[in-house]
Every structure is written in C-alpha cells, then in structure tokens.
C-alpha cells in the first residue's frame, strides 16, 4: 500500500494541497481551462504542493471536469512528483470495474503518485445523474457495497472477474463527504477522509469527530488521517482578494438558483443586481472562504487547520481567469515558505 500521509515543506504544519475544477469563465472555453489547469499543475510541482486532485462535476457549463481519469493521466504526464487523484470519482455514476480499470492503469503509468478518491454523490442535477448511470434504480445508500466491490477488484481479489491492468498493490482509495455518511465509513473501514469544507463548512467539525471516533485501525491507516476542502483565495490586497472572491459568490448563488453559467468577472459580479435575500446568501459564502493578502489568508487557514485538527488542507480557488488563480497559489506558497 502506497504511504498516505503527505510531508509538510517549508513553514506549513501540515501538507497543502490543490483542488482542480477546470473553471470555464466567461469569455474563455473548455479547452483554456483545460490548458490551464495542467499550467497550474507544473507550477504546484514546483511550488511544492503534495497532490493536486480533479473533481468530477457534470452538466456545469462553469466546470471542465467531467472526466477526472482523464484529467488525471494527462496533467500526470506533465509532471514528475506530485501526486494526482480524483476528488472524487463519484461512485454511483460508474460501475465499479470501469472505475478499477482505469486507476489501475493510471496506477500502473504512474507508480506512487496516484490516488483515487471516492464520494456518494452524483455531482449533477438529478436528470443528468440518470443520463449518467447504468441503472435508473442506483442508490446511494449502497455506497458500501459498491466501495466493497470496487476495493475486492483493485486487490485481485474477485475470484470471476479481474481488473486489469493490475499492480503488485493498489492506489490509496480516500472516501469523501459532506456529510457523516462517508466520515463514518471512512472511519469503520479504516481509510482516509476528506470533507468538503469549501462548501458544508458547518458540519466540518462533527463529520472529522464522528471519522475520528469511528476509526477502526486498518492494513492502510493506524490512526486517523482527515484532509478537508477549503476555499482560499490570495491577492496583492484584501480589496482585489474580495473583487475576485465576489464573483465565485455570484457562481455559487447561480448554481443555487439552478443557474448555472460560465464563472462570471468581477466585473459582472459587482455589476449584479442582488436582492435583499441573494446578497445574505453571497456574504454567508464569503463567510466560508479564506481570503486577503497572503499573510491573511495564511492565517486563515492556521487558524482553521487548528480548530479542526486537519491533517491535510486542500485549496481550492476559484476565480476567473488562469493567471489569478496561479497567482493566488504561488502567493500562498510564498506565505508559507513551501520548498518543493
């Protein structure tokens, strides 16, 4: 089994991560996105980022992951070291062989550096959840079952059916929520968890208390080892970190209202004409995104890191435009003092 637990560098407590959504702005199409997203890929490399890991969304004309397996082999051939991993592969789209066979290959090009996280949900609205999956009658209560399957094909361990290709072990498999659903299977089956703080930060700290005291020690973890999602966003200046952080709020509210666009500019988001209900709603989002200069937004994420006792944080920026986005990490990296 491949070592789970990342190496802080440089001033960071704990490791830092990226979370890749290959966000389409306005203006720009999927394949700058796309092109994007492997800049900032060599560019985390170099900064020292421990793992970069693609969301799979669907039907969001904002978002360019649909595919993380393929995201994922293409930004691991323009890189060396850092790992690359899915944030997640939502587990009731897919039959779990389809998802076994492409991993273990990804596993079997890139050794070491590949990671395949799971989550419950379909990523989608409903109608393209069904367009999307095998079956009109999948549930997502069987999440357990599948992980189960899913696990017995990447450890040869289906006596019928073979996943192949197939190494001498398998990619770590991290199971990812919002909710206790997942923090307490991630915990009985004794594997790693990620929670998606970046958009349910009010049950952050029970979903990491139910993982922790649910933890079973397992063959891959002897102790607890909880990753969490956060939105963070640094610029030259608070007021320009705002600027930006304004039109992810006007993206979200968007998606919210089942909306859902290409990232709007700061411009179009200061431009918007919200209503008494909708700017609640954008500044109770911007509640949960760390955001300023770099030493603000450094400590921000101490802060945070502190109350929940994560022992990974995983950032996600998202803004309009490739270069404020790269520009956003590289002044955390400097915050931090990261080495690669």
């Known amino acids: 089994m491949e070592n789970i637990r990342g190496v802080a560098r440089g001033a960071a407590e704990v490791p830092l991560s990226v979370l890749e959504l290959a966000t389409v702005g306005e203006g720009g199409s999927p394949g700058e996105a796309l092109r994007g997203a492997t800049e900032l890929a060599k560019r985390a490399e170099e ?7 693609v969301a799979e969304h669907h039907g969001m004309p904002g978002v360019a992951s649909s595919s993380p397996a393929v995201i994922i082999a293409h930004l691991a051939a323009s890189t060396s070291t850092i790992r690359l991993g899915s944030g997640g592969v939502m587990l009731p789209n897919h039959a779990p062989l389809v998802i076994a066979e492409q991993f273990g290959t990804l596993h079997a090009l890139h050794p070491g550096r590949i990671d395949l996280g799971l989550g419950r949900a379909p990523g989608t609205d409903m109608v393209t959840a069904q367009a999307l999956r095998r079956s009109a009658n999948v549930d997502p209560d069987e999440f357990p079952q599948e ?28 199971l990812l929520g919002s909710s206790g659903f997942s923090a307490r299977l991630a915990g009985l089956l004794g594997l790693p968890f990620a929670y998606a703080h970046h958009f349910s930060a009010a049950g952050t700290e029970p979903a ?23 939105s963070a966003l640094a610029a030259e200046s608070e007021q320009e970190a705002l600027r930006q952080a304004m039109a992810g709020a006007l993206a979200f509210l968007r998606m919210r209202l089942g909306r859902p666009g290409r990232f709007p500019t700061p411009e179009e988001a200061a431009a918007y004409p919200y209503s008494a209900a909708e700017t609640e709603f954008v500044y109770g989002r911007l509640a949960d995104v760390v955001y300023g200069d770099r ?23 998202t803004v309009h435009g490739t270069e404020t986005r790269i520009r956003s990490y590289e002044l955390i990296a400097q915050a931090y003092e990261m080495t690669p």
Do not use: C
């Not at 900064?47 to 890991?53: A, Q, V």
């Open 208 to 230: 990491l208390e139910l993982y922790r005291t649910s933890f079973r020690p397992s063959e891959v973890l002897a102790e607890p080892y909880a990753m969490i999602g956060v």
């Open 295 to 317: 030493d603000q937004v450094r400590t921000g994420l101490e802060e945070l890191r502190k109350r929940t006792g994560a022992d990974e944080l995983m950032i996600t920026t």
């Open 47 to 53: 900064w020292g980022y421990h793992r970069i890991w």
């Open 147 to 174: 992980v189960a399957a899913l696990t017995a094909f990447l450890d040869g361990a289906n006596p019928r059916v073979q996943a192949i290709p197939r190494g001498d072990d398998r990619p770590p498999i991290w």
